[in-house]
């Protein structure tokens, strides 16, 4: 389990591509204070294994299922990550649940600036759209924020130049592809009020015949 603020950006330092699967190598600094074999590393809001640890550098797997729900496919040598350590038990909590396990992605359509914030309007799927309530939490590449504003297609966040200057935010451009997960609590809430199936099916009764009834 991860907050959304991002502790650190690092660099990948290689790629080495399997068929249908990647191993990354990533450079940082703050997160290797005490990084272990095991540890739990969101390299742009997906939560990936340290499966080696080498001075200030770890390399991680990155399974089919990941490549093709994310945007992680697209990064080369070089590109910069975001970063953030599994959070502790007896550690601040300053964002929001964000588990990294990313839900889809996005597309950045328009960057306005707003006096000292800049505006990012994203447009994604309907998938993704039907979680994301205005004021509600956002995982953008692994940053907590709050949604300002929403419509049936698209959605737009206001980052404040911290925000800008300590993840990659910043390096995005129209037409840049980023990596979302929707706020986990909506999900849950969504599956505990949907009736059972098999109950659907005893009873005849689903939100269609509701609704057809008037109510």
Not at 48 to 53: F, G, Q
Not at 67 to 81: I, N
Not at 120 to 131: A, G, P
Request: positive net charge; aromatic residues 6%.
């Amino acid at each position: 389990m991860f907050t959304g603020i991002v502790e650190e950006t690092g660099e990948i330092i290689s790629i080495k591509k399997g068929a249908k699967s990647s191993i990354l190598t990533i450079k940082g600094n703050v997160i290797f204070s005490d990084l272990k074999i095991g540890d739990s590393v969101a390299v742009n809001g997906v939560c990936l294994t340290a499966t080696a640890c080498s001075g200030n550098t770890f390399t991680a797997d990155v399974m089919s299922e990941t490549l093709s729900r994310s945007s992680l496919g697209a990064l080369k040598s070089g590109s910069r990550v975001n970063l953030e350590r599994a959070m502790r038990a007896d550690g601040r909590f300053g964002g929001h649940m964000v588990s990294g396990h990313i839900d889809g992605t996005g597309t950045v359509s328009d960057i306005r600036k707003d006096d000292n914030a800049v505006w990012y309007t994203i447009r994604t799927t309907e998938k993704v759209m039907r979680y994301i309530v205005e004021k509600g939490s956002i995982s953008i590449d692994g940053i907590s924020l709050t949604v300002a504003a929403v419509n049936k297609e698209n959605f737009s966040v206001s980052v404040i130049p911290h925000t800008l200057k300590a993840t990659i935010l910043g390096d995005k451009k129209a037409g840049s592809i980023v990596n979302l997960e929707n706020d986990i609590v909506g999900k849950y809430i969504e599956k505990f009020m949907a009736p059972p199936q098999a109950e659907q099916k005893q009873s005849g009764i689903t939100m269609g015949f509701l609704a057809k009834a008037g109510f």
